[in-house]
């Protein structure tokens, strides 16, 4: 974990992640480094979202060839600055710098794709892919996606 907080400090990259689940199982994760230096963390929030849409978008017209006939899914972020941005499409002053294809996110929730709502930062698993946690909060993530250890196997 020292190597990665190293990085993002050298970098000035934010970490993001995201995971998606179907039937209470993992079906979509990721985890890295974004792609583009930004301003504050509300702009790191909406990009993440951002990018989470495109996956859900992907997911939904997969499913949609399968015959699925979809309701809005849900998309949960921790950050209330981020969700407003993405469900008003007004631009503001302190975000027309940001590269116009995280601006996407708009037309998925316009089109009612996504729904996002807002979960308290204490209570987001996807905290497990960007930050360092507790013993206690890694413990209580891990559960809530679905992840186990398996003793004597890797």
């Known amino acids: ?7 993002f400090l ?6 993001t992640g995201f995971y998606l689940k179907l039937a209470d199982g993992l079906i979509s994760w990721t985890s890295r480094a974004q792609k583009t230096i930004v301003y504050s963390s509300t702009e790191a929030e909406y990009m ?3 990018d989470c849409a495109r996956q859900v978008t992907w997911i939904r017209s997969l499913l949609g060839e399968l015959g699925y006939k979809l309701k809005a899914i849900p998309i949960c972020g921790d950050n209330q600055g981020s969700i407003f941005m993405a469900s008003n499409p007004v631009t503001e002053p302190c975000s027309k710098h940001i590269d116009i294809c995280y601006h996407r996110i708009r037309e ?6 996504v729904e996002l709502f807002f979960i308290d930062g204490a209570e987001n698993p996807a905290d497990l892919l960007t930050k360092d946690l507790s013993c206690e909060k890694f413990t209580k993530f891990r559960a809530q996606l679905g992840l186990q250890f398996r003793s004597g196997s890797i």
């Open 1 to 7: 974990m020292l190597y990665s907080k190293v990085f």
């Open 10 to 15: 050298m970098s000035r990259l934010s970490p």
């Open 48 to 50: 993440a979202l951002s």
């Open 108 to 113: 998925s929730v316009a089109k009612g794709n």
